[in-house]
C-alpha cells in the first residue's frame, strides 16, 4: 500500500477506535456533566477520523468512503495503536487511555501542522484547536483523580498500570513513517516522542502517580495486529452495516 | 460534608459587545471544573465567546414572599416609562 495511504489509516484509524470506545460512556459516565463531556471528545475524533479517511481515499483512488473503511475492513487491516483498544473497564481507565493518547495526540498534531503535504497539514491546523481542549480536561482529571483521595489514588494507578506498555505503540514507526519523512511528508517525529515523556513524566508526578518499572512495552497495531478486545469492539461497530449494506438515513 | 458536588450558575456571553446571560446550572467540585462542564455543556453549538460561573449560594436574592412589597409600587406608575414623548422622524431608531 502507498505509504500516504497506510499512515492516514494509522491515524484515523486510531481516532475512530478511541471515538468508539468513548462513545460507550454515553449515558454511563459518573456524573451528567462528565458524561456529555465524553460524549463530545468522541464525536470530535469520529469528526477527525472523517477526515483522514477522506484523505486516505484521495490518495488510494479507488473510489472507498469513509464508511468503507470504517465498516467494511477487518481486524488485521485495521492500524490503530493497541492503546485505544483496550477495554473501559471504570472510569479510571477510561480518563488514563484518553490521557496517554493525548499525551501523543497533541504534538503529534503540533508536528503535522507544519507538513508538506496540503491536505494533512489543514487537517492538523483544524483538529489541534479540538485536542488541545482534550488534553486540558483529560490533565487536570488525571491529575485531580490521581492527587486525589486513597482510592482515587488506587484505581488511577490501577488503569496506568494497565494501560502504559500500550502506550508505546502510539509512537511505533516503521518504513512507512521513514519514507514520508524523507518526502517531506512528516516533520521529525523524535520530537513528538520527547514530548510524550516531558508531559506524562510532569503531569505523572504532579498527580503522584508511579510508571511501571518492568519495561513491558507491547506495539503491532501499526501494522494489523491487534489484542484479544478488538474483534469485539468492530463486532459492535460494523454489525448494521454489515447486515444492511446498503441502509440509508 | 455532603458528597454531592455544589451547584454552579453559568453565564455565556453569545457575542462581543453582548451581556453575559444565564442560561442554566451545573454541578462540579470547583470554578474552574465548573468552567470546563460549562463549556461542554452549554458551548457545544457554538453558543458564546465567554463564560462566567458563580457558585449559586453566593447568590443573593430577595424572598419571592416579598414580592408583594418590593415590587408592586412601580405597577401603578407607568409614566416613569419614557413613552410619552413624540420623537421626530429624523432621529431615528431609537
Redesign the interface.
Given at each position: 500500500m502507498d505509504p500516504l495511504v497506510t499512515f492516514c489509516l494509522r491515524m484515523g484509524d486510531t481516532t475512530l477506535i478511541l471515538g468508539q470506545q468513548t462513545a460507550a460512556w454515553c449515558g454511563h459516565a459518573p456524573?451528567?456533566?462528565?458524561d456529555?463531556?465524553f460524549a463530545?471528545m468522541g464525536l470530535d475524533l469520529i469528526g477527525q477520523t472523517q477526515l483522514w479517511y477522506e484523505l486516505a481515499s484521495e490518495a488510494e483512488g479507488k473510489g472507498r468512503t469513509p464508511d468503507d473503511l470504517a465498516f467494511f475492513r477487518t481486524e488485521r487491516q485495521f492500524l490503530n495503536a493497541q492503546l485505544v483498544e483496550r477495554p473501559n473497564v471504570d472510569f479510571a481507565h477510561a480518563l488514563m487511555r484518553q490521557y496517554l493518547f493525548d499525551a501523543w495526540h497533541l504534538p503529534m498534531q503540533e508536528a503535522l501542522c507544519e507538513s508538506g503535504h496540503d491536505g494533512i497539514r489543514e487537517l492538523a491546523q483544524k483538529s489541534v484547536k479540538e485536542v488541545r481542549?482534550h488534553i486540558?480536561?483529560s490533565r487536570?482529571l488525571i491529575v485531580?483523580l490521581g492527587d486525589g483521595s486513597d482510592e482515587s489514588r488506587a484505581k488511577m494507578q490501577a488503569a496506568l498500570d494497565a494501560l502504559w506498555p500500550y502506550a508505546a505503540d502510539l509512537m511505533a514507526t516503521d518504513e512507512v513513517e521513514a519514507t514520508l519523512s524523507e518526502q517531506g511528508v512528516l516533520p521529525d517525529l523524535d520530537r513528538v516522542r520527547r514530548a510524550f515523556e516531558a508531559e506524562t513524566t510532569a503531569t505523572l508526578d504532579r498527580a503522584t502517580l508511579a510508571v511501571p518499572e518492568n519495561g513491558h512495552a507491547r506495539t503491532g497495531g501499526r501494522t494489523g495486529i491487534h489484542t484479544e478486545t478488538m474483534g469485539y469492539i468492530l463486532a459492535e461497530m460494523q454489525s448494521i452495516p454489515r447486515t444492511y449494506p446498503d441502509a440509508r438515513w | 460534608m455532603s458528597k454531592e458536588?455544589p451547584l454552579w450558575e453559568i453565564f455565556i456571553r453569545g457575542q462581543h459587545g453582548l451581556s453575559h446571560r444565564h442560561v442554566g446550572s451545573?454541578?462540579?467540585?470547583d470554578a474552574?471544573?465548573a468552567l470546563?462542564?460549562a463549556?461542554?455543556?452549554y458551548t457545544?453549538r457554538n453558543e458564546g465567546v465567554s463564560i462566567w460561573v458563580v457558585e449559586s449560594n453566593k447568590i443573593t436574592a430577595f424572598d419571592p414572599d416579598a414580592a408583594e412589597h418590593n415590587f408592586a409600587a412601580p405597577k401603578s406608575k407607568v409614566y416613569r416609562h419614557p413613552t410619552f414623548f413624540d420623537i421626530p422622524e429624523d432621529v431615528g431608531a431609537m
Open positions: 456524573v451528567l456533566e462528565e456529555i463531556a463530545n481542549y486540558d480536561r487536570d485531580r | 458536588w451545573l454541578h462540579a467540585p474552574e471544573m470546563k462542564n463549556r461542554d455543556v457545544r
